[in-house]
């Protein structure tokens, strides 16, 4: 058997990783080592919250079987574009096909003139701003327009020096500011909006085609409503996300990808466009020094934000499918057939896999959603429009925290939770081993998941548990003692009970003042090793996990005191801690 780290760290930088995005996705790399330690090739791995597949992916590179299983339809279209492999030539070349229909259907959309030699170019971007109408002297301000030069935003309306706040100020409407196009001689060059750029955008939005855009209401009851102020800002709708023109070079190429015949060239094809989408949208963020990426778990918009050529963001996109295709089938031993020919992905909510019978998986790794932290559900609308299909989320396992579904969200959470793992239970092969990914700042949620844990069956505590470490940026603000956001996971690998010991019961877990733990961690710790607040949660989580103690009163905040009262502060740029715990106090 290979060796388990304790430590799992994992750059998301690999080209299967940064493929296709989605929510909180695992990178392979993380998982190969569990499943290479806890099967066999030619062995079952079962994943029942499978996401884009990631486990899946890790199984069919190891020469695994996998099961994987999700209620995301998005998810099941993701993996199926993973597993998918297509030759890189002929889906470069549908591709290509596909650009020059839509290119022809959209016409003169996206053409500009070049200022230095009057060429006919495309434009690659456009950068757009918001205005704000000031409720003092009425005057408009362009958001851009305002910014300082390091690309800071306004305090101050530039017109009468009233103080701006970009909530309560009325919105007017959004203006393009300018056009990046290649220059003369190859390189981009930025110029500004001309009359030209003008008409063409006051003709996309007349254009009738706009009525035919794959568009999903976000209802008034989903959590990302609130959250994301959609209904402050009336974006209301998936479709209210693309500008006019890109929604129409959407439309038409998503007409002409359709079209083609050969299911796999078919599949990667759909895959590369649905991986666009968050760029080719609104939330396609402008930054000061390069843009930054669309925050997939919220609805968000920049003030200043791009509409991005729509053929470009394909073209680059179809290169990475066929890189990562390559990655995934054509590095020698990474690839067997066999497995190849055994990986499924059902659409079912993983405390009813009816498509599976008991004892037959030789492992289960599973990756639930955290609590609170993300709605699946609600984001996938986004590309759910397109496909046709959304995500049935009567059985999602969130916890939600507003509206009346708040109350009893908990106890549904827990329940669901337990229900999961009780399905993998059953499944699973006496013996055999589940490892479960988790992370939460709120020892609450913790404990909640311990319980689940403990009365679906499974031996306690856990045979292994590993710190995974993706990379993230930390917490921040140490000083204001905010809960923050965990980023670093554990993954708990328990048991299931031998045949013939029956399922027994695992031992209650006691209870134990939570306090003297986190200063034993803080004073033990290597200064080398004190990295984030997140890192040295997952230290004092593991410890207390190992001694079989209850999570629930051990939270992030109180991690965060401790390391204050220890002399740590953390830096508010990068999230790492600073000094080296000089200073301590007693107590
Ligand atoms: C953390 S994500 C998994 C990401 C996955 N590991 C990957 O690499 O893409 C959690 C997943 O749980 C799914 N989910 C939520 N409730 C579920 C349920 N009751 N049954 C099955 N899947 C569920 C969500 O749709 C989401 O895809």
């Known amino acids: 058997m290979s060796r388990l780290p304790d430590t799992i760290t994992v ?14 996705k695992m990178p392979i790399g993380a998982i190969r080592p569990f499943i290479e330690h806890f099967t066999q090739p030619g062995e079952l791995v079962v994943d029942s919250f499978a996401g884009s597949g990631a486990t899946g992916l ?37 591709a290509d096909r596909a650009i020059a229909s839509a290119r022809k259907a959209i016409g003169t959309l996206y053409l500009t003139k070049r200022v230095s030699d009057g060429a006919m170019v495309e434009t690659i971007r456009t950068i757009w701003s918001f205005t704000y109408l000031c409720p003092s002297c009425k005057d408009k301000m362009v958001y851009y327009e305002a910014l300082d030069a390091r690309g800071k935003g306004p305090e101050y309306c530039p017109s009468c020096g009233g103080p701006f706040t ?32 003008q008409r063409r955008i006051r003709m996309a939005t007349k254009d009738t085609r706009l009525r035919q855009i794959p568009s999903l209401p976000i209802e008034e009851h989903r959590e990302m409503y609130s959250r994301s102020g959609l209904g402050r800002s009336g974006m209301t709708e998936t479709g209210k996300f693309f500008s006019s023109r890109n929604a129409i070079a959407l439309l038409e190429l998503w007409r002409a990808i359709n079209e083609i015949e050969d299911e796999t060239i078919l599949q990667k094809l759909r895959f590369a466009f649905t991986a666009i989408l968050p760029r080719a949208s609104m939330r396609y963020q402008w930054g000061p020094k390069r843009p930054l990426n669309a925050q997939n778990q919220t609805y968000y918009v920049a003030p ?16 990475a499918a066929t890189r990562a295709n390559g990655t995934l089938f054509e590095d020698g031993d990474l690839f067997s057939e066999e497995s190849m020919q ?27 959603p955290f609590g609170s932290n993300i709605f699946y559900s ?17 059985y999602e396992a969130v916890v939600y925290t507003t509206g009346s579904r708040k109350k009893g969200a908990m106890e549904r959470y827990e329940r669901l939770l ?23 700042s709120s020892g609450r949620i913790w404990g909640l998941l311990q319980r689940a844990l403990r009365d679906s069956g499974f031996k306690a505590p856990p045979v292994h548990v590993a710190s995974l470490d993706k990379g993230q940026r930390s917490v921040k603000g140490l000083n204001s003692g905010s809960e923050g956001v965990v980023t670093v996971s554990l993954i708990l690998t328990v048991q299931k009970p031998a045949q013939g010991k029956g399922l027994e019961k695992a031992a209650t877990l006691s209870n134990g003042d939570i306090d003297p733990l986190i200063r034993t961690v803080i004073d033990e710790m290597p200064s080398n090793e004190a990295r984030s607040p997140s890192h040295i949660h997952a230290r004092i989580l593991r410890r207390a996990i190992h001694k079989g103690r209850v999570l629930d009163d051990l939270h992030l905040g109180d991690v965060l005191i401790a390391l204050r009262n220890a002399g740590y502060r953390v830096d508010r740029e990068t999230g790492l801690l600073q000094g080296s715990g ?5 107590g």
């Open 166 to 197: 970009r909530r309560s100020w009325p919105r007017g409407k959004d203006v393009p500011i300018g056009v990046v196009i290649p220059g003369e001689e190859g390189k981009q060059v930025e110029q500004m909006v001309c009359e030209m750029d």
């Open 378 to 394: 609600d984001m996938n609308l986004f590309h759910e429009a397109w496909l046709g299909e959304t995500t049935d989320y009567t």
């Open 304 to 319: 200043v934000y791009f509409e991005w050529n729509v053929f470009d963001l394909f073209s680059r996109k179809v290169d």
């Open 418 to 440: 337990r229900g999961a793992f009780a399905e993998a239970l059953r499944v699973l092969k006496p013996g055999r081993y589940m490892s479960v990914v988790f992370g939460n």
């Open 342 to 368: 055994d990986i499924t992905y059902e659409v079912t909510s993983a405390e009813r896999l009816v498509h599976l019978a008991d004892c037959s998986a030789d492992y289960v790794f599973i990756d639930p």
């Open 58 to 94: 890790a199984a069919l590179t190891l020469g695994r079987r996998a099961r994987l299983s999700d209620i995301a339809v998005l998810g099941r279209h993701i993996a199926t574009g993973y597993l998918t492999d297509a030759p890189a030539r002929e889906v470069r070349a549908a």
């Open 582 to 586: 000089r200073g301590r106090q007693a």
């Open 11 to 24: 750059p998301r930088t690999d080209p299967i990783y940064n493929c296709h995005a989605y929510l909180t």
